[in-house]
Antibody, heavy 118, light 108 residues
């Protein structure tokens, strides 16, 4: 099982961004993908999850309306998207796999560092 | 929404036992998972479903969960165990996962 995330990004405030997480060596559609934020020097924050098979998406209340999570089963890829970045979005973003919602995050991507600065 | 409380830091001498608590209201009724994160690396699952151990994780890592506290126990601590440790549960009310604030384990 592998989750490979897109490369680091440097963006300006107000710009849009979509980062990706490509799964391989397992049935991508049959497992949830979670997105987790980690601000530099801080702890892990659960953002939301998506079930690629039917695009069922659940957002943490803190991130509802702030980001969009999507998935493409034809390319085995999940996405995390912002329409208008803020400096406070500067963080490392991880994707991770889970079987069902109460199960653990058993495989993680390597992380994508997003830097938002004018 | 449900909240998880972890001490910011725990220190232990090599060879001793480290216990890292994770507090939450009636957390014993929930399923708790634990992750280890070393500097510059992605987190790694070390304990699942309160006390299960994933393949490849040493038997020195164990977990328990009862009442208002879940606990990660690391026996015979080694220098390589120095890392941040996070507990995690699923909050049914918010339909979302939650992480504890994390505990930095220092091996003296």
């Amino acid at each position: 099982v592998q989750l490979v995330q897109s490369a680091a990004e440097i963006k300006k405030p107000g710009e849009s961004l979509k980062i990706s997480c490509k799964g391989s060596a397992y049935s991508f559609s049959a497992f949830w993908i979670a997105w987790v934020r980690q601000v530099p020097g801080k702890g892990l924050e659960w953002m939301g999850i998506i079930y690629p098979h039917d695009s069922d998406t659940r957002y943490s209340p803190a991130f509802q309306g702030q980001v969009t999570i999507s998935a493409d089963t034809s390319t085995n890829t999940a996405y995390l998207q912002w329409n208008s970045l803020k400096a406070s979005d500067t963080a490392m973003y991880y994707c991770a796999r889970l079987t069902v919602t109460s199960n653990p995050l058993d495989y993680w991507g390597q992380g994508t560092l997003v830097t938002v600065s004018s | 929404s449900f909240a998880l409380a972890q001490p910011p830091s725990v220190s232990v001498a090599p060879g001793q036992t480290a216990t890292i608590p994770c507090g939450g209201n009636d957390i014993g009724r929930k399923t708790v998972h634990w992750y280890q994160q070393k500097p510059g690396q992605a987190p790694v699952l070390v304990v699942h479903d309160d006390s299960g151990r994933p393949s490849g994780i040493p038997a020195r890592f164990s977990g328990s969960n009862s009442g208002n506290t879940a606990t990660l126990t690391i026996s015979g601590v080694e220098a390589g165990d120095e890392a941040d440790y996070y507990c995690q549960v699923w909050d049914i009310l918010d339909d979302s996962g939650i992480f504890g604030g994390g505990t930095k384990l220092t091996v003296l």
